[in-house]
C-alpha cells in the first residue's frame, strides 16, 4: 500500500468527474446491468425524496494519519482540506436551530482537525441527543497529545464509532496499513478503561467492519458475534456493537476493483443484492452531510464525487431547511452499495 | 479456451434446473437452504464443510460460491485450507486405504 493519497499522484481517479463518467459507462452504458435510477423509477416515483432530517454528518477535512486501501475519501496525510473555525461556527449555529437528532463528526481523522476540541466543547454545550465520533483508533496512539482523547470524548458524552476492519492483524494490516492492529487494539483498551463499550456505563463504544476485498459483508449479527467473541477471548476487549458497511465503488476501493479486474463482477454482486426495502431507509433519506469548505451534499459518498444537493441551497451560508427538504436526492450506481443485501449505511445493516 | 465446459455465469443459474421438473426443484431447494441453516452446527462450520466438500467432488461452482461465502462469513484463507487439507487427506486416504487390499491380493495369490 502507498502512503500518499489519489489526489497527490494525480491519478485520474481523485476527480469526481472521472469517476462519475466510470460508474456511468461499462456495464451499465452497455445494458448488461440496470442504472440506479432505473430500480428508483421501478418504485413508482421519479426520484429519491428525503424525509425528516435527523442527522447532520460533518465531514472536518480530509487529513488523516492513515492511508487505507478502501478510503472512500481518498484520506492522507497529504490532504490539507480543512473546515474553517468561521465553517465551524456556521456549523454550531445550525445545530441549535435545526432539529438535528445525530451529529456525526467525520474525516479524515477528525482528532486531527486544530479546532477538533473546541468544536465538540461548543456543540456538547447544544445538548445533541446522540453525538458522535468517528474515530480510526490509530489516531488516539498516534501522538501523546491525544492520549487523553478517551477521556475527553467521556467528559463530552461523545458516542465512539471506530472502524476496526478484522478482529485479526493481518487483513487489518493489509488493507490500513502495517501497524494499525496492534495500535487500534491498544486504543480500544484504553476506551475500555475509562469505561467505553462497558455495560452500564452509557459509554457507547461500536465498531466499523468493512470487508477486505471485492465481496459484500456477511451477516452483521454473525459478524458481531466472532468480534465481540475474539476480541474478549484474546484481549480482553468489550465493545457495544458491530455495523457492517459495504465497501462503495468511489476513489481508492474502486482504483482497487479495477485494478484487480473485479469491477465489473463486483458491481453484478452489487446489483443482484438490490433489496427494494434497503432503498427505504438508506442514510441520504434522513442525513445531510457538510464538507469541509460548507458545501451540502445527500451523504459523504456523494461528498466525495462533489454531487452537491440538487437544490438551489447548495451552502451552509444560506441554510434553509424548508427549501432543502424539498429536493430530490442525487444518485449515481454507487448507491448500489447502499442497498443491497441487508443495506448499508455509516450506521451500518438498515433492513 | 474459448468455450470452456464451466462457465462461471452459470452458477447463478442454478435456479433454472427447477424449470423442468418444479417439484423436484423446489424440494432440492428448500432442503439445500434448511441444510445451511444455524443448526447443532454453526452455518460458520457447514460453510467450512462445504468448502471441503466441493474440493471433493471438484466443482468450480461450488469451490467459488464457497470460498466467497467464507470471505462473507470472515472465514480466513489458513482455515480454507486446512478445510481443503481435510478434503485431500480423506480422498488420499481413501486410495491407501485400498493398498491394504492389494497386500492381501498379493499376500494370497505370492508364494
Not at chain 1, 227 to 249: G, H
Not at chain 1, 326 to 346: D, E, F, P, V
Request: some cysteine.
Amino acid at each position: 500500500m502507498g502512503n500518499k493519497s489519489l489526489k497527490k499522484l494525480n491519478n485520474p481517479l481523485s476527480s469526481p468527474e472521472f469517476q462519475l463518467n466510470f460508474l456511468s459507462n461499462g456495464v451499465f452504458a452497455t445494458g448488461e446491468l440496470p442504472a440506479f435510477q432505473d430500480r428508483i423509477t421501478e418504485t413508482g416515483k421519479p426520484f429519491l425524496y428525503p424525509k425528516s432530517l435527523e442527522i447532520l454528518q460533518i465531514n472536518l477535512g480530509y487529513m488523516c494519519n492513515q492511508v487505507c486501501a478502501h478510503c472512500h475519501v481518498d484520506a492522507g496525510p497529504d490532504r490539507k482540506e480543512m473546515m474553517t473555525r468561521i465553517t465551524l461556527k456556521k456549523c454550531l449555529d445550525l445545530i441549535e436551530s435545526a432539529p438535528v437528532k445525530t451529529l456525526d463528526l467525520t474525516g479524515g481523522a477528525p482528532e486531527m482537525h486544530p479546532d477538533f476540541r473546541w468544536f465538540v466543547s461548543e456543540a456538547f454545550k447544544l445538548g445533541i441527543e446522540d453525538f458522535i465520533v468517528r474515530s480510526n483508533l490509530t489516531i488516539l496512539r498516534a501522538n501523546k497529545k491525544y492520549y487523553d482523547l478517551p477521556e475527553f470524548f467521556k467528559a463530552h458524552n461523545i458516542h465512539v464509532i471506530s472502524s476496526l476492519p478484522f478482529y485479526k492483524k493481518e487483513k487489518t494490516d493489509r488493507q490500513r496499513g502495517s501497524g494499525v492492529f496492534v495500535k487500534s487494539i491498544e486504543a480500544l483498551q484504553e476506551l475500555n478503561a475509562v469505561g467505553y463499550g462497558i455495560p452500564k456505563t452509557g459509554l457507547q463504544l461500536d465498531l466499523v467492519y468493512n470487508p477486505s476485498g471485492a465481496f459484500l459483508p456477511g451477516n452483521q449479527k454473525a459478524l458481531e458475534n466472532d468480534y465481540k467473541k475474539a476480541l474478549n477471548e484474546e484481549f480482553d476487549i468489550l465493545f457495544n456493537q458491530l455495523f457492517a458497511i459495504t465497501n462503495l465503488p468511489i476513489s481508492r476501493f474502486l482504483e482497487y476493483l479495477i485494478a484487480s479486474e473485479n469491477y465489473d463482477d463486483y458491481m453484478k454482486s452489487l446489483v443482484e443484492a438490490f433489496n427494494p426495502a434497503a432503498l427505504e431507509n438508506v442514510m441520504c433519506r434522513n442525513t445531510l452531510s457538510i464538507r469541509w469548505d460548507g458545501y451540502l451534499y445527500d451523504c459523504d459518498f456523494n461528498q466525495m464525487l462533489d454531487l452537491k444537493v440538487a437544490n438551489p441551497i447548495k451552502h451552509l451560508d444560506n441554510f434553509d431547511l424548508n427549501s432543502l427538504q424539498k429536493r430530490n436526492i442525487r444518485i449515481s450506481q454507487h448507491c448500489y452499495g447502499c442497498t443491497a443485501g441487508s443495506g448499508s449505511s455509516c450506521q451500518g445493516s438498515v433492513v | 479456451m474459448n468455450n470452456p465446459y464451466y462457465q462461471s455465469q452459470d452458477l447463478k443459474k442454478f435456479k433454472k434446473i427447477s424449470d423442468w421438473s418444479p417439484k423436484l426443484g423446489k424440494n432440492f431447494f428448500n432442503y439445500y437452504n434448511s441444510v445451511f441453516d444455524e443448526g447443532v452446527l454453526s452455518a460458520r462450520e457447514k460453510s467450512l464443510i462445504a468448502l471441503a466438500v466441493s474440493h471433493t467432488v471438484q466443482c468450480p461452482y461450488c469451490i467459488d460460491a464457497y470460498t466467497q461465502d467464507g470471505l462473507q462469513r470472515g472465514i480466513d484463507k489458513e482455515e480454507m485450507m486446512e478445510a481443503v487439507h481435510v478434503a485431500a487427506a480423506i480422498r488420499g486416504g481413501a486410495s491407501l486405504v485400498h493398498g491394504v487390499q492389494m497386500m492381501e491380493v498379493y499376500n494370497k495369490r505370492s508364494m
